[in-house]
Every structure is written in structure tokens, then in C-alpha cells.
């Protein structure tokens, strides 16, 4: 008769602590989520606490809690009982998380945040900006970087559609929002989280109605209410213009680096200006100009310019002038049909086509904002004079 080895409950706790949760990407052990263990002879039951009872991924925590488990007692059969955390452990769960910090403190604004943050903007409507936020994302995530995504444009989100999210919404704790992670773009991107007010909607079609107060309460709840963890970037996907969202972001998160997008066109290079010196008008940096939909590269290798040329290099020419420091061209992003397939489809090119030529002008755009060292000109330092 073979006997079973014997089994401790600290073998089983250090094996629990290897398995993160899903959403908030920490230890299950460290959340407080492991409640009971119970090892009998030939078998082990985890009693584990979830956050909320209708948890989405509670199939994902399941296995990986089964394999865990496996790994030092592989003769047990493992039973995992699920129950649900009460509100003591869920605010217990909460302030750690937080680390005691302020109820609605907006993280990356803090000045020890090491998070890059980076708002993409344009001047106008139309010239692609949520693809490219979407594209340069993923691209980022593609090197290892953790990454998320505010979806800032209240009235025009897309941002959900282009990640293939369809009717995603986030777990609440309490009054804490747990972004959606993006696990189905692409193999090898496992962080990446995203945050739209389409997802905080009671219906896909309802239609966001707001004026000032009311967008600006909405963006700090997703910069304050979600928790997002340790970033390496965080992508906001600004709504076009110069209106309430671009200036509260200047108020929030003075420190965010400005991407200005446009297209050849002179009449949307003129306009895509004004973005750009809005963002120094609020003591921002901007840190480059993408020019979209650059060319149609024809079957023999010509390039048509449909739109017309020049747009990018005139508006990086003009901010470097106004604004006095260097404000770089990061790249011309080719017509391509895979592209606009992609963003129909909600699968970015960058992750699914990273051959394709607009996949590359993309990679290497995220590359370059991701590798440059701070500048501080342009940037407001938060000093004020001493007094005497």
C-alpha cells in the first residue's frame, strides 16, 4: 500500500503565494483571500474568499490554486470551496492596497510616482488617435512593460471596441475599481489594464450627456477609484481639442507627457498646433508628434501621399519655435487595410501583424517614448519660493 508523503499547511501556504489574482496582479496570500486549509489524507481543501460573489475569473483562480497546490502535494486531490470576503476583510483588503493612502489621492501625480505618464492628443477629431494610444500600449506591454489605459474621451470611447473588450466591466470592492486586464489581444502582453467610462455605463448605448464638473469628477474616479498597481505607463486617450478634459488632465497630473497626433493635411496640422500649446499653457511637455496616415504604399512600391505631406514636420517645427525646446517628428504611420481591420476587429496590429509596416513604424514610436530619459523643459517642478 504506498503512503502518501506528508503535507503542511506552510507547503501549502507557500505554494498559495505563487498564485496572484488576476485582476490585482498580488499574491492571494497577501490579500487575505486564503482562509482555511485543511489537509486530510488524500486530500486538500483551500478555502478561498473572493472579493465579490459574481467574481469573473473565479475559473482562473480554480486552476491556477489546483496547480499550485499540485506542485507539493501531487498524490492529494485539491478542492478549492469558494466563499465570499464580509466587509471588514474587503476594507481591511482596501487600505492595504491603498497603503493608507488619502480616499481619492490620484497616484501618479504623487512626486514619487515612477509611472511614465503619457496623454495622447489632437487638435481635431478623425486622425486616428485612440488606434494609435491603443497600438503604442500594447507595443509598450510587448517589451515587458506594465501598462494601462484611460479611455479620457467621455463622449467619443473607443478605446474598449479597438482592445476586443466587447461588454467588459470591472469588479468593484466596495468603492475601489479593479481596471480590466487584456489577456486576449495578443500572447505575451500579459500587462496591460484598461479603464473607460463606457465600461462604468449601465448600457453600451446610453449617451454620456456632461459638462465640466461632471467630466472632471469622471476622470479622477478612473485615476483614484481603480486600482492600477505598479505601472511602468500610463496611456491617457484624450478627446480632441483644447476643452475640459485637456485641462483637467494640465490640473491632475501636471507631470503627464503630451503626444500630439495628426494627419499630413495642413488645415489639421494648423489645429493640431493648438493642442500642443495648450499643453504648455498647463506646464506640460510635449514629447512628440505622430503623424497618421501618412501614405498608401502602391503594389509596386511607390508611395501615394493621399492626405498630402508635411503635416507632422510642420507642427513639431512650429511647438519647437513656441514653445523652446526640441519637440521631435516620432514617426509616419502608413494607410494600411490591416490596420483599420485590426481596430475593427479589436485586435491591434502591433500584436497581431507586428511584421506589417504600420506594426513596425508603431513599435519603434513606443520604443522611443519608453527609452527617453526625463527632460524637465517645459515641466512645472511644484516649487515655490521660501520665505524669508
Known sequence: ?????????????????????????RPITELGMVDTITIGDTDITVRLLLTVAGCPLKDTLNRDITNAVATVAPAHTVTVDMGVMTDEQRGAMRDMLRGGAAEREIPFAQAGSLTRVYAIASGKGGVGKSSVTVNLAVAMAKRGLKVGIVDADIYGHSIPDLM????????????????????VVGEGIPDLKVMSIGMLKPRKDQVVAWRG??????????????????????????PPGTGDMAISIGQHLSNAEVVVVTTPQQAAASIAERAGTMASMLHQR?????????????????RMEVFGSGGAEQ????????????????????????????????????ATDPDAESAKVLQAMADQLSGRSRGLAGMQLGLSPAGR
Open 1 to 25: 500500500m504506498e503512503i502518501m508523503a506528508a503535507v503542511t499547511e506552510d507547503q501549502v501556504r507557500e505554494a498559495l503565494a505563487r498564485v496572484d489574482d488576476p485582476e490585482i496582479k
Open 286 to 302: 510635449v514629447v512628440g508628434v505622430i503623424e497618421n496616415m501618412s501614405y498608401l504604399t502602391l503594389p509596386n512600391g511607390d
Open 213 to 238: 464638473p461632471m467630466l472632471d469628477r469622471a476622470l479622477v474616479q478612473m485615476l483614484s477609484d481603480v486600482y492600477w498597481g505598479d505601472l511602468d505607463a500610463l496611456l491617457l486617450d484624450l
Open 164 to 183: 476586443g473588450l466587447g461588454d467588459a466591466r470591472p469588479t468593484q470592492v466596495d468603492d475601489m475599481i479593479m481596471p480590466v486586464p487584456v489577456g
Open 315 to 350: 507642427v513639431a517645427r512650429t511647438l519647437s519655435e513656441r514653445l523652446g525646446y526640441d519637440v521631435p517628428m516620432l514617426g509616419q504611420i502608413p494607410l494600411e487595410e490591416q490596420l483599420r481591420v485590426g481596430g475593427d476587429a479589436g485586435r491591434p496590429i502591433v
